[in-house]
């Protein structure tokens, strides 16, 4: 169980960073996730690290593609998957919106943010009924950027 206590300073916020998990198949290279154009992508967890807190967690997790709606969860890990099939081959903004609980501390919001570059799709060379998901067992792709915060 986690409790937060207020603090006599509003405005102060905690000091960490977010780990971002993309799933194995993800291309993500200096904040940038290249994606072929109809092919879906994953971020399988977002958490706190390197905190300075007692105990930090993490409440909403939005997330959003050029300012556009926003897909909201609630449930840890953070799991979503997005379909790149709406969107058009070039560079768009993806948007983590992040509600941050610290015990100490006031309640924050962060963003972490990263560019998507959506490529021409990729001819369909497969021969149909293989298995394509993480066919060499790869590892997931983990990111940790430091976040922009702001009190609540």
Request: aromatic share 10%; hydrophobic share 40%; proline share 9%.
């Amino acid at each position: 169980m986690l409790l937060l206590a207020a603090c006599s300073d509003d405005d102060k916020v905690p000091e960490f960073d977010v780990e971002v998990t993309f799933a194995p198949d993800v291309n993500v290279v200096d904040n940038v996730i290249t994606v072929p154009q109809g092919e879906s992508f994953t971020i399988e967890s977002v958490r706190p690290v390197n905190s300075n807190a007692k105990e930090i967690t993490f409440g909403t997790v939005t997330y959003q593609i050029d300012y556009g709606m926003g897909f909201p969860t609630m449930a840890q890990p953070y799991t979503v998957t997005f379909n790149t099939d709406g969107l058009r081959v070039g560079r768009h903004l993806l948007r983590i919106f992040i509600g941050v609980w610290a015990v100490d501390y006031s309640p924050a919001n962060a963003i972490v943010s990263y560019y998507l570059d959506i490529t021409e799709p990729e001819p369909d060379d497969t021969t149909p009924g293989g298995d394509e998901t993480n066919p060499d067992g790869e590892a997931a792709v983990v990111v940790v950027a430091h976040p922009s915060v702001k009190p609540a």
